[in-house]
């Protein structure tokens, strides 16, 4: 079973950053892939950001250029800089991690709220 735990979510102005963080409570963190979803009020909850165990990073277009996902192997975590946020930003943030062989071991965070004002 994995666990994941994020913090770092908060209320900023536009233009301001934010860093989010995810613990991986999980024995093997090198065999999945973490990502980094989220769901505004009345949205389908979208894909922002994945990073794969070996090294490469995917971004939905309206991120690129202002957030960055890395992944730290030896403290097990995952973590989302957000810079020039926009109050389109503005959603519950989760962490995923997909297992990279085993398609049926997903899990998700218990989501960190996110709030640009303009």
């Known amino acids: 079973q994995v666990q994941l735990v994020e913090s770092g979510g908060g209320l900023v102005q536009a233009g301001g950053s934010l860093r989010l963080s995810c613990y991986a409570y999980v024995n093997s963190f090198s065999v999945y892939t973490m990502a980094w979803y989220r769901q505004a009020p009345g949205k389908l909850r979208e894909l922002v950001a994945t990073?794969?165990?070996?090294?490469?990073?995917n971004y939905v277009d309206s991120v690129k250029g202002r957030f960055t996902i890395s992944r730290d192997y030896l403290q097990k975590t995952v973590n989302l800089q957000m810079d020039s946020l926009k109050p389109e930003d503005t959603a519950v943030y989760y962490c995923?991690?997909?297992?990279?062989?085993?398609?049926?071991?997903?899990?998700w965070g218990q989501g960190t709220q996110v709030t640009v004002s303009a």
């Open positions: 990073a794969t165990p070996g090294g490469g990073t």
């Open positions: 995923n991690a997909a297992h990279i062989r085993e398609s049926g071991k997903t899990y």
